[in-house]
């Protein structure tokens, strides 16, 4: 019988002491929740984190549609000698586009060997260049979006948070037209390069009247062209959400805020001199100057005004005025009042 292994203090050992400890998921999880309390998923639901969700995702599906193409066609050369006729050969190609070294075999139609015939053409450079502002997009809408619910207050705090945004989002910007207009041209010409009638020219058995060559299936490119409508929207999305940050770093509200210009005020002595000329003039008046009414008995500078005050004179002054007038009207004798005091003068004289 085998003796049960001891320690080093000669003590048996428990059946589990020698099994490694599984490390404990509870202070993780707690981490976990913890963090996902604090985060302020609201922001998403808001113009500034919802376009960045659209960018997140628009980007996934620009690299991708691109990045992992690959596509075939096929041709047929038909031989006077049907032996050497090759019915089916197939022409594969992929990402990143290196056509000039894509190659595949066409029959000579003069004996059994075949030759090499190479595609022309190399347009890694627009293709990887697009993809790679794709990964990138994606990397930093990642984390702004981190950002966004986890960490906004410190997003907006000193505003320097909105101001780097703003100008990255303003790079981004630019490079999604610089690479999207750079991918179009280059499928562009992705396109000349396998399209089958054009790679038939370049065999030089179908140049022969007696053979006879055609194509069999052209190359799906709809995944390509999808990938450059991905990445015009992905301007259009990173365009418009340079609308959102600007918002977002309070330049607007400290333009709109600001308090307009003061008037500088006028010197005290010309308050106090107009205020004595007013009072001299209202006192001159009021000593017996007789109002020069006009003909409907009203002064022609002076209007009636019982609710505001009129520039330079009293709302009292002015109904004063008025009222003389109106009672000199009244004490005027007419024509016909000194036409018959005359009459009346006459017969008393006789």
Known sequence: MVAPKTNTQGVAPKPNQWKTPLPDTRDLEKAVNTLVTRGR?????????????????????????????????????????????????????????????????????????KERVFLTGDYSSSAEFFVTIGVFAFLYSTAALSIYVFFFEKYKENNKGPLIDLGVTGVFTFMWLVSSAAWAKGLSNVKTATNPDEVITM??????????????????????????????????????NL?????????????????????????????????????????????GHSPDCSQEGYPQDVQYSQGSNQQGAPTSFSNHILFLCHRKRRNKPTVSHLQSTHNATLHGDR
């Open 41 to 113: 998923f609201g922001v998403l639901k808001v113009p500034l984190g919802f376009v960045k969700v659209l960018q997140w995702f628009f980007a996934i599906f620009a690299f991708s549609t691109c990045g992992s193409y690959s596509g075939m066609f096929k041709i047929a050369v038909e031989c006077k000698s049907w032996v050497q006729s090759d019915l089916s050969i197939e022409v594969e190609f992929e990402y990143p586009f290196r056509l000039h070294q894509e190659y595949f075999d066409a029959p000579t139609c003069k004996s059994e060997y």
């Open 203 to 240: 065999i030089n058995a179908c140049e022969e009247d007696e053979n006879r060559c055609r194509e069999v299936h052209d190359p799906v490119m709809s995944g390509l062209n999808t990938s450059v409508a991905f990445g015009f929207i992905n301007l259009v999305l990173w365009a418009g």
């Open 243 to 287: 609308w959102f940050i600007y918002r977002e770093t309070g330049i607007i509200t400290d333009s709109v805020l600001a308090p307009p210009p003061q008037e500088k005020p006028a010197a005290p002595d010309a308050h106090v001199k107009q205020g004595a000329n007013e009072q001299e003039t209202y006192t001159n008046k009021q000593a």
